[in-house]
Each structure stands twice: as structure tokens, then as C-alpha cells.
């Protein structure tokens, strides 16, 4: 029996640690796959091969990720962001995976 209580909290511990990260992983992964096939669309009727090549989305997304940080500074986006977490901190399970990501 303490064999298995052993194993369990061993397997709780793996566990712990891997989740934030894969999530992370899965998240990045993700986020590469929206901003490539959405500056894809955008692009692709500009383009002679109708595609863009794999990677055009990722630095797409730094720069509009960079854009969203330099227009954080405004006050008009911090009453936004304000706003937005009033309202997902009021949704019950939304909220606290937001307080959790934000954290």
C-alpha cells in the first residue's frame, strides 16, 4: 500500500509539472496555426503561389503581438483591459482559469 501512495503522488508530481507546460506548448502551437491561416486569407490573393510559406504567420503574430503591447500603454486600452476582466471574472469557470493565466 505504500508502494501505490508512493506512485500516485511521484505520478501527481509529473503531472503538475508537465501540464503547465505542454499547455503552453499546445497553446503556441496553437496560436501559429490561427495567425498562419489567418494571414494566409489576408495574403493570399496578393501572392502568385496563393500560399504562404509556414513561419510568414509566426512573425505576423510577434509583430501584431507587439502592436497589441505598444497600444497597452493608451489609457483608452487599460479601461478595455479593465472592463474585459470585470466581465471574465464573472463568468464562474472562465474566471478563474483567467485569474490562473494572469497570475
Do not use: C, H
Not at 506512485?7 to 496560436?31: A, D, E, I, K, N
Not at 512573425?59 to 497600444?71: A, H
Amino acid at each position: 500500500m505504500k508502494i501505490w501512495k508512493s506512485m500516485t503522488q511521484t505520478f501527481g508530481r509529473g503531472f503538475l509539472l508537465l501540464l503547465p507546460l505542454l499547455l503552453s506548448f499546445y497553446f503556441l502551437v496553437w496560436l501559429v496555426n490561427v495567425f498562419d491561416g489567418l494571414f494566409n486569407r489576408l495574403l493570399s490573393p496578393f501572392l502568385e503561389q496563393r500560399e504562404i510559406p509556414f513561419g510568414i504567420g509566426i512573425l505576423m503574430g510577434i509583430t501584431f503581438i507587439f502592436i497589441v503591447g505598444m497600444t497597452s500603454r493608451l489609457s483608452l486600452a487599460q479601461y478595455l483591459e479593465t472592463v474585459i476582466e470585470r466581465i471574465f471574472k464573472k463568468i464562474p469557470i472562465v474566471g478563474t482559469v483567467f485569474n490562473s493565466l494572469k497570475d
